[in-house]
């Protein structure tokens, strides 16, 4: 547990972010403008969060549901340009909230929840874009369809259910090179046709920006370390 004098200086490392950013997209060729930063501010309360957006950051990732309800509507008030991502698993009995409120949904991952979203979205006017998450190291406990499926699965969100897929999602395995992960998940972005690719943490983001990343999901190297949550809690 992170006693509460020691609280990060957040502005200086969200610019040391940053400056990573801008440096790998012009290592690869890519104009800086091409990836977005998701500040990923679970398990920390506004005295963590408020630095950040008065530092100008203005994209922030969440991966409950209800803990994004606890925390961010205040905040949307006071900062009307914020966008909200969900990047954790949505059970379909949240998905009518978390269209509430989040901006773009990161974690479509299997049929049922696509339904769910294309019913929920087609009954509010609000603007919401997805994500659809592979599992690109077929591990088990992880949520996402697996690289085989994906294909149809794109073409299932995207034709048949005309979702707003903005393109995919990876978390590869923890004890794997990762850039071999994020080499798949573009392989099947492109050949699908699809542009945005969320892929990078804390540990890998520069290397997920040489392969492509259009968002890089960032929570530690801004706000510090986590205390562990209890491993029983209900996900999002
Ligand atoms: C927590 C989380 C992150 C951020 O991880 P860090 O290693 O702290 O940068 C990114 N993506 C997802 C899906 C997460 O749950």
């Not at 408020?50 to 209800?66: D, H, T």
């Not at 340009?81 to 059970?91: A, N, S, V």
């Not at 009518?96 to 773009?104: C, G, I, N, P, Q």
């Not at 699965?153 to 004890?175: E, K, Q, S, T």
């Amino acid at each position: 547990m992170t006693a509460p004098d020691s609280i990060p200086d957040i502005a200086s490392n969200l610019a040391e972010v940053q400056r990573r950013v801008l440096k790998a997209a012009s290592d690869a060729g890519r104009a800086s403008s091409a990836v977005t930063l998701v500040a990923v501010g679970k398990t920390f309360g506004p005295e963590r969060i408020e630095p950040a957006l008065v530092a100008g950051q203005r994209v922030f990732g969440e991966n409950r549901v209800q803990e994004a309800a606890d925390k961010w509507p205040p905040l949307r008030s006071a900062y009307s340009d914020l966008r909200l991502h969900l990047i954790g698993p949505l059970q379909s009995n949240k998905v009518k909230r978390a269209v509430e409120l989040f901006d773009v949904i990161e974690t479509v991952d299997r049929p049922k929840i696509a339904k769910a979203l294309a019913a929920a979205l087609g009954e509010r006017a609000r603007q919401v874009s997805c994500f659809l998450q592979v599992n690109t190291g077929a591990e088990p406990q992880k949520a996402g369809v697996l690289p085989e499926a994906a294909d149809d699965f794109i073409g299932f969100c995207r034709d048949d259910l005309a979702l707003p897929v903005r393109g995919l999602m990876c978390i590869p395995p923890l004890d794997e090179e990762p850039s071999l992960h994020f080499a798949l998940l573009a392989e099947i972005a492109r050949r699908n046709g699809l542009d945005g690719l969320s892929m990078g943490m804390s540990a890998d983001f520069d290397v997920a920006i040489a392969f492509g990343a259009t968002h890089v999901r960032v929570g530690t190297a801004i706000f510090g370390a986590r205390a562990p949550r209890a491993a029983s809690t209900a996900q999002a």
